[in-house]
C-alpha cells in the first residue's frame, strides 16, 4: 500500500481509504478471501485516524465488499469480485440503415407496466428523488417572477442559467459564453439538432456499440446511416478501431460518449480523448458528444467534456439536467462555438423555445448551491446502488453471466449465455413484476440478443432485491 492519501482532496477522506482498497482489489492485489491491514495498522501507515479506516471499512462492508469476522478482522468477501466484463464485440462490417422504431416503442410501453419493479428506465434521480427541493424553488420562483415565468422565453434559452452552464463548464476547464449555448428541450432534442447540422440523409453516423437507443431512433427518423463501432467494457472505445473505421467508410460525424457511455458506464480516459478528438478533426469529422452523464462519475474527478480538446471547432456537445436533477423538465442544452448560431435557428424552427419556468426553476437550483450538494449525495446513492446490484447479481444469476463495473451512471450491462433471448427474458421478468431493458435495442444489429440492462437509478429497498432474486432465478435457469 505505496500510494497516501491526499488531504487537499475534495473527497472525504473514508471515501479515499475506501477507494484505495477497492483499486487494490481491482488490480488484484488484494484477492477475495484476503484479510485486510487492521484499522490500527492502516491508521498508522496512512497517518490518519481509526475512526476514519472504520468509517471506509464499515461502508465496504454495508456494500459487501468486506466482512468482518469476530475477533479476526476484515475480509475481502468474493461475490463481486466473481464477475467479468461483457466481452468485446467484433467490428461491424458495413454501415445499415436503422430498424428500431417499433421495438424500442413497444419496450417502452411495456417498461412501465404498473407494479413491475422498474430496472428498465435509466432514471438515476429516482434513486434520490429531489423533487421537495425542485418545489420549493417552482414555488419560490413563481411568486418572484410572477406571469413572466410562465411567457415565452428567449428562443436560445434563460439567459441566467446559460450563465449557470459557462461557470460549470469553467470549473471543467472549457471557456465558453453564453452565445455558444442553445438550451433544448432535453439532450434528446440537442442531439436532433446536431445531427441535423452534421449530416444529412444518407450519411453515415458512427456510434459506440452498444449504444443509447435514442440515438439510433433519431438515426433512423433522420434516414441516415449507423456504422457500429465496438466498446470495451473497462476502457471505451478504441482508437486504432475509430481510425480503422473513418479509413474504410465515408463516416460523416460520430456520436460517442466519451466520459460515462450508456449503457456500458465505460469512460475513455484523458489521453485517449484529446487523441480521438484530434484524430476526427483532422479528418474533418464532427463529434457530436453526448455528455447527459457525465456528472454521474464514480471516480474522484469528473471527465473532462470533449470540447475541452477541440482546436478546429467539430466537437458539438449535448447534455441536459435529466440524469441530474429532473427528466421530466426537459431542459437540455448543446454547446459549440462553431455551430451555435445554426443550432439556435434550427432550435426556433423545431420547437420556439424551451419551457421557461423549467428553465428559471433550475437556474435558481443551481445558482443556491442546493444541485451541486444534491450531486454530490445522487453519486453516492449511485454508487452504493451498483454495489448492490453488482453482488446480488454475482451471487444469484449464475456462472455464465458477465456484467459491467460502470466508471459512473445508473446502469448494468449483462452478457447472459449465448442461448438467452433477451427479448424472450423481457416477457419473462415482467410476468414476474420486473422490467428490463432488451440488449436488442442498443444496436442496429442483432448482435446483442442475449443481452440486457438493468437499471440501479431507484430507491434500494427489499422489494429491488427480491425482484433480483426472481430474475436471477430465471437467468439461472435458461440454456449456456
Ligand atoms: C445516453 C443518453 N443520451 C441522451 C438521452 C436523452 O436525454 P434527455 O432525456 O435529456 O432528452 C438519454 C436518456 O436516456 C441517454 O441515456
Redesign the pocket.
Known amino acids: 500500500m505505496g500510494r497516501q492519501i491526499d488531504r487537499q482532496e475534495s473527497r472525504y477522506l473514508y471515501r479515499q481509504v475506501a477507494d484505495l482498497i477497492r483499486e487494490m482489489r481491482d488490480t488484484g492485489t488484494l484477492r477475495p478471501g484476503d484479510r485486510i491491514p487492521s484499522l490500527r495498522k492502516l491508521a498508522e501507515r496512512l497517518k490518519i485516524s481509526i475512526p476514519t479506516i472504520k468509517q471506509a471499512y464499515e461502508e465496504l462492508e454495508r456494500i459487501g465488499l468486506l466482512e468482518a469476522r469476530p475477533k479476526s478482522g476484515y475480509y475481502l468477501t468474493s461475490s463481486a469480485n466473481k464477475s467479468s466484463s461483457p466481452r468485446k464485440p467484433r467490428m461491424a462490417a458495413s454501415a445499415v440503415p436503422v430498424s428500431r422504431q417499433e421495438l424500442i416503442e413497444q419496450v417502452h410501453n411495456a417498461v412501465h407496466t404498473p407494479g413491475a419493479v422498474p430496472l428498465g428506465i ?1 432514471n438515476p434521480v429516482g434513486a434520490l428523488p429531489n423533487d421537495r427541493a425542485l418545489a420549493r424553488w417552482t414555488r419560490r420562483v413563481m411568486a418572484s417572477a410572477r406571469e413572466h415565468a410562465i411567457g415565452y422565453g428567449p428562443f436560445a434559452g434563460f439567459e441566467p442559467l446559460r450563465r449557470q452552464l459557462v461557470l460549470r463548464y469553467l470549473d471543467m476547464g472549457l471557456n465558453t459564453t453564453p452565445e455558444q449555448l442553445v438550451i433544448t428541450n ?4 440537442a ?1 436532433a439538432i446536431s445531427l441535423q447540422l452534421l449530416a444529412k440523409p444518407g450519411d453515415i453516423i458512427a456510434v459506440e456499440s452498444p449504444c ?1 437507443f ?2 439510433l431512433e433519431l438515426i433512423e427518423s433522420l434516414g441516415m446511416l449507423a456504422y457500429e463501432i465496438p466498446l470495451c467494457a473497462d476502457t471505451g472505445l478504441s482508437l486504432n478501431d475509430v481510425a480503422n473505421a473513418i479509413d474504410k467508410h465515408p463516416i460523416k460525424a460520430c456520436v460517442f ?1 466519451s466520459s460515462i457511455t ?1 449503457p456500458m458506464g465505460a469512460r475513455l480516459d484523458e489521453d485517449s480523448k484529446q487523441d480521438l478528438v484530434s484524430l476526427l478533426e483532422n479528418r474533418g469529422i464532427g463529434l457530436i458528444e ?1 455528455d ?2 457525465g456528472d454521474l462519475y464514480f471516480d474522484s474527478q469528473r471527465g473532462k467534456p470533449a470540447q475541452c480538446y477541440s482546436q478546429k471547432g467539430l466537437v458539438i456537445t449535448c447534455s ?1 439536467f ?2 441530474t436533477a429532473a ?1 421530466g423538465h ?1 431542459v ?1 442544452w448543446l454547446l459549440s462555438p462553431e455551430y451555435a448560431g445554426a443550432a439556435a435557428r434550427l432550435k426556433r424552427a423545431l420547437s420556439c423555445s424551451s419551457a421557461l419556468l423549467n428553465q428559471w426553476v433550475l437556474a435558481e437550483y443551481l445558482v443556491s448551491g442546493e444541485y451541486d450538494r444534491y450531486l454530490r449525495q445522487l453519486r453516492q446513492v449511485l454508487f452504493t446502488n451498483k454495489e448492490r446490484m453488482r453482488a446480488c447479481i454475482a451471487g444469484n444469476f449464475g456462472d455464465n453471466v458477465r456484467f459491467t463495473n460502470p466508471a459512473g451512471g445508473a446502469v448494468l450491462w449483462l452478457e447472459l449465455p449465448k442461448k438467452t433471448d433477451g427479448s424472450q427474458l423481457f416477457h419473462q421478468a415482467l410476468d414476474a413484476g420486473v422490467s428490463l431493458m432488451p440488449g436488442t435495442l442498443f444496436a442496429p444489429s442483432d448482435r446483442y440478443r442475449h443481452c440486457v440492462r438493468l437499471s440501479y437509478g431507484l430507491p434500494w429497498t427489499d422489494k429491488v432485491e427480491e425482484a433480483l432474486l426472481r430474475l436471477g432465478k430465471i437467468v439461472a435457469s435458461e440454456p449456456c
Open positions: 435509466s432535453g439532450a434528446q432534442e442531439l443509447y435514442g440515438i460518449s450508456n453526448d447527459v452523464y441536459s435529466s440524469k427528466p426537459r437540455g
